[in-house]
């Protein structure tokens, strides 16, 4: 029975309010410096419960010339989930809570994202570090800041797909691994369901809150009749604030970076081109130097001469390699998300410039 459960594939992630709260004030506090972090709880059948959350120690970079290097931050921020220290600190921190007796399963990790700026090469590495080696059925948690100033939280869960695991332990990504595997881009990545949840003497603490009592203003501006209600303008009446239509900030700058990830596409197809022009050049030459060693092993046959060696093209001719594919699988998974944020974000706009439409076009209001 066990076994059935722990086989079961996971459908949704379940966070305690706490976590939630904890996640949000670490990765808000260290933007636009990547926070990372563990997790801690249960598994539950089907669902992962999350019940506790811990950052990972900060380690400080000396500054050079005076300068603070925000990237060389940034990059030991997001390799902290992996590292050999951070695992032994995890370690004690879950023999610690054991010792109490609170939920100290390993879930899995937790990192910040600007703008979705998240599917990279640290994030593969550590989700495969954590499914393989300490737990397999453990998630990774992606706080976007950016997206979550504007007023909605952003909290999405991730696993890495069984082909990818299998392809990534391989570490083969050439052109022929990918068409036999029938690995693409979209598999690299699965998304679960994000639940929040609030135990049930928090929900009660909440619905016990007395509501706030009116101010005096407040009860003399409330209407004393019908007759008056009806001359106060309508509080829910339209306004025209929604239909501003500036560009938001954030459509702008995630098309600037979508427009990045698609410049970094071309340049790694323009490589991919480039080998395969030298791999077609080295081929010719192979096949042009085993049809003369032919004729010559057929010169020296007819003399009874002892044949050479038609296997010795594979000393003299070396064959290029085969750029990695794996960069090129995750810039795509990127553009991907990309493309997703910028059709969110141009969802109202488009709406808001259709309705004035006929202002905007000359002629179009006409007819």
Not at 265 to 281: C, D, I, P, S, V
């Amino acid at each position: 029975m066990a076994d059935t459960v722990k086989d079961a594939p996971l459908k949704a992630v379940q966070l305690e309010a706490l976590v939630v709260m904890k996640i949000i004030k670490h990765c808000s506090q260290t933007f636009p410096t990547t926070a990372t972090g563990f997790l801690v709880g249960m598994d539950k059948a089907a669902n992962l419960e999350v019940t506790n959350s811990f950052p990972f120690p900060t380690v400080e970079i000396p500054p050079s010339d005076g300068h603070h290097d925000n990237n060389a931050s940034s990059n030991l921020a997001a390799a902290a989930p992996r590292a050999k220290s951070n695992t032994g600190y995890q370690n004690e921190m879950i023999k610690k809570l054991r010792e109490v007796n609170v939920d100290a399963n390993n879930t899995g990790w937790y990192t910040s994202a600007n703008l979705g700026n998240f599917v990279n090469l640290n994030m593969i590495e550590n989700q495969y570090f954590y499914q393989k080696d300490l737990n397999e059925r453990t998630v990774a948690l992606v706080h976007d800041v950016s997206r979550s100033s504007q007023g909605s939280l952003s909290l999405r869960a991730f696993r890495l797909s069984p082909s990818f695991m299998s392809a990534y332990k391989e570490a083969k990504f050439t052109t022929e691994s990918l068409q036999k595997s029938n690995l693409r881009y979209q598999d690299i990545l699965l998304e679960l369901p994000v639940q929040i949840h609030n135990s049930h003497l928090l929900t009660s603490f909440l619905h016990s809150l007395p509501s706030p009592v009116p101010s005096a203003e407040a009860q003399e501006s409330q209407p004393p009749t019908l007759a008056s209600l009806a001359k106060t303008p309508n509080p829910l009446s339209p306004n025209f604030s929604s239909l501003n239509l500036s560009i938001d900030p954030f459509l702008t700058q995630t098309t600037d970076l979508l427009l990045e990830s698609i410049e970094t596409h071309h340049t790694e197809l323009n490589n991919y081109q480039y080998y395969q022009r030298q791999l077609a050049r080295e081929q010719t030459k192979i096949t042009a130097w085993q049809a003369k060693r032919k004729s010559e092993n057929a010169s020296r046959a007819l003399a009874k001469q002892t044949p050479l060696p038609e296997d010795e093209w594979q000393r003299l001719f070396k064959l290029p390699q085969e750029p990695g594919r794996l960069e090129t699988l995750l810039n795509s998974r990127q553009v991907e998300q990309y493309a997703r944020q910028v059709d969110g974000f141009a969802a109202g706009v488009t709406g808001k410039m259709f309705a004035v439409r006929g202002n905007l076009l000359p002629g179009a209001g006409e007819g």
